[in-house]
């Protein structure tokens, strides 16, 4: 009974694999007309669009704020955190799920305390998945998985912001581009939480707890890029309570993020840079890291 469990679980584990990756920086609706989460960045003559992303939507949130499609149509080059049609590949995600799961004798019973342990057991009792199908893989995947799993409870599916846009610009002919590799991303999530393990499987089953209420109030702000808004929904809590995890998922990976935008600045070509929304905002965000660095930076 538990192999045949166990190889239900991992079926539904790569029907899913790609959603997962998504979830590294997914935050999550008024048809506001206003600001957006969109950015015009300038040097000299020089233009880059920097756009905010939700990488789960519901259908009831298109269509997306009229800057996005200005962003896109002014662009001749679109950039997403990671390139997208990879993760539909089988080979990457064998490589994910691999990555992903305990290959040393441990598990999640071994590496959780007594409390994070139970904790983590009544909430995938009470969402219909047996803690024993969970068991091998590590607390980044785990938490992903939840979130994937309690998105879809109340109504979002992966066609956010980022796989809206992959397709239209699939579908245009224009270039694509990625700030980081699949790879990247996968080491990402499979170190979120190391050496803190049960402190972040408390703090993960904690927000989503809040998940369904914060739902309208987290859309909003995104639509209308309402930036201190998002600061303290996403980025506030996280620098405070998990300084690891925010300067290894944020702040780290924003700084090597410049570089390659200032690259962009540099040449005649625009871009339209879509990442996940909390990369934008806060003291370690991409639009204070580039005013720092003398840049024109104005909302849409």
Known sequence: ????????????????????????????????????????????????????????????????????????SASSEIFFETDLGAMNDISVQAQMLQQLTYQDGRNLKTVLNEKAYSALESYTQKVGMPLMMLEQMKPGMVVSMLQVLEFQRIGFTP??????????????????????????????????????????????????????????????????????????LFVDDMRTQAPAVYDALLKQRNLNWIPQIENMLRDSDTEFVLVGAAHLVGPDGLLQLLERRGYQVNQL
């Open 1 to 72: 009974m538990r192999n045949s469990l166990s190889l239900r679980g991992q079926t539904r584990s790569q029907n899913i694999a790609a959603a997962l990756l998504l979830l590294l920086s997914a935050i999550a609706s008024s048809q506001s007309w206003a600001d957006a989460s969109v950015w015009e960045v300038k040097s000299g003559s020089s233009t880059v669009y920097l756009g905010g992303t939700v990488h789960l939507l519901r259908p009831g949130d298109y269509p997306l704020p009229r800057e996005y499609d200005q962003a896109y």
């Open 159 to 232: 066609q956010g912001v980022d796989a809206h846009f992959d397709a239209r610009a699939r579908g245009d002919g224009k270039a694509l581009g990625q700030l980081e590799s699949v790879a990247e991303q996968i080491g990402f999530l499979a170190s979120m939480g190391e050496g803190n393990e049960s402190e972040f499987i408390l703090l993960s089953l904690s927000d989503l707890a809040e998940t369904a209420s914060m739902m309208d109030g987290m859309i909003a702000a995104w639509r209308s890029g309402n930036n201190d808004a998002l600061s303290e």
